[in-house]
């Protein structure tokens, strides 16, 4: 019996001081988290003083490169290709022969049609003399004058048939890859080759539309593309007159000189466009944001205290962005700890 109530009573002594340590411990820590004075202890936090300056509003954007101008090279007519007169991956000029469609029988045709016309022809100037002896009625004429204008005619249209068995090019440019040989035969479905003119090239972007009255043709930008660090220049010629409805976004069109050929129909541009000058803008560090349910705010430092401050933000760079409202000149922003700051947390700023 005298051993059990031992060990009771060291299990009791035991279980005693393991809950006086567990209190001395917590209030250890607590008052290593108060000053002297019994308040929090201050966060350490880097900040800003804002000060207004002058602001290069760019816009970085995505954009297409496309050719200037773009046509698929296909024949109008049917038939068996006869000659094939480009290179593939050349240079052609606008107006040059690029492939002969056989015409022997429209050639044909044309001689069969050039025969009633003249038939009809000989028809009408011998009514004619008859109608001027009252020999036969205006009706006759009339239908004799007809059938020359219908002959006519039908010459004009096979000569027209003969005219688009000479594929030409449209304009000057740089023709793909062909897809007929001699001998082939053609319909106007069977795409021959492409023709594009790369001298120079169309630059095609959207911004959002709250940018809409900031672009003006013949405004300048600079852009490049991956695998490059060339910059290239480009001239906004056409602006879209309505905002898409589904993106809520304004397409521009650029024009840029392509005289050596480097760039290419087909390819991303990184585009840089110039908006206007900010005077007096507020600029702050994008560690400064804090992304909100309801946008997005900043903390101040105000009495020794954080502060929440909802802003509303525009342009981007990689290291800044512009603030429209909710900070003002000589206000003290935070830049580092944001995320574990709350409203009055006691803090001590290192100015940058």
């Not at 056989?102 to 009633?116: H, S």
């Not at 910059?231 to 898409?244: D, F, M, N």
């Not at 007096?280 to 502060?307: H, L």
């Amino acid at each position: 019996m005298k051993i059990k109530h031992i060990v009771y009573t060291l299990l009791i002594i035991g279980f005693g001081g393991f809950i006086a340590y567990r209190i001395t411990s917590n209030n250890n820590k607590n008052g290593e988290s108060k000053g002297k004075d019994g308040k929090n202890k201050s966060i350490t936090v880097n900040g800003i003083v804002v000060k207004a300056e002058t602001f290069d509003n760019n816009l970085s954007l995505s954009g297409s490169i496309e050719a200037n101008e773009q046509v698929e090279i296909r024949s109008e007519v049917s038939g068996i290709v006869e000659s094939i007169n480009f290179q593939e991956g050349s240079n052609i000029s606008k107006g040059q022969l690029l492939f002969k469609v056989n015409d022997i029988e429209l050639r044909a045709q044309l001689a069969q049609a050039k025969t009633k016309q003249g038939l009809a022809s000989e028809n009408e100037r011998r009514a004619k003399l008859l109608l001027a002896k009252e020999a036969i009625s205006q009706e006759e004429y009339d239908v004799a004058r007809a059938n020359f204008k219908l002959a006519q005619s039908q010459v004009k249209l096979i000569d027209a048939q003969i005219a688009k068995t000479s594929v030409r090019a449209p304009f000057s440019g740089k023709i793909g890859l062909r897809s007929i040989s001699p001998g082939t035969y053609i319909t106007p479905s069977l795409l021959v080759a492409k023709l594009v003119n790369i001298s120079k090239l169309k630059i095609t972007f959207s911004i959002p539309e709250k940018y809409a009255n900031q672009v003006k043709s013949n405004s300048n930008l600079s852009f490049t593309v991956s695998g490059s660090t060339e910059k290239y220049q480009a001239k906004v010629y056409a602006i879209e007159p309505e905002v898409a409805v589904a993106t809520r976004t304004l397409q521009v069109r650029a024009l840029a000189e392509n005289k050596d050929g480097k760039l290419l129909p087909g390819t991303f541009a990184n585009v840089q466009l110039p908006l206007d000058i900010i005077k007096d803008a507020i600029v702050i560090p994008t560690e400064a944001i804090v992304p909100v349910q309801d946008g997005k705010k900043v903390f101040i430092s105000n009495m020794g205290k954080a502060k929440e401050v909802m802003v509303e933000t525009t342009t981007r760079t990689d290291a800044s962005i512009l603030v429209l409202s909710g900070l003002k000149v000589g206000d003290t922003v935070l830049t580092s700890g944001v995320m574990s700051l709350k409203e009055d947390s006691p803090v001590k700023v290192k100015v940058k």
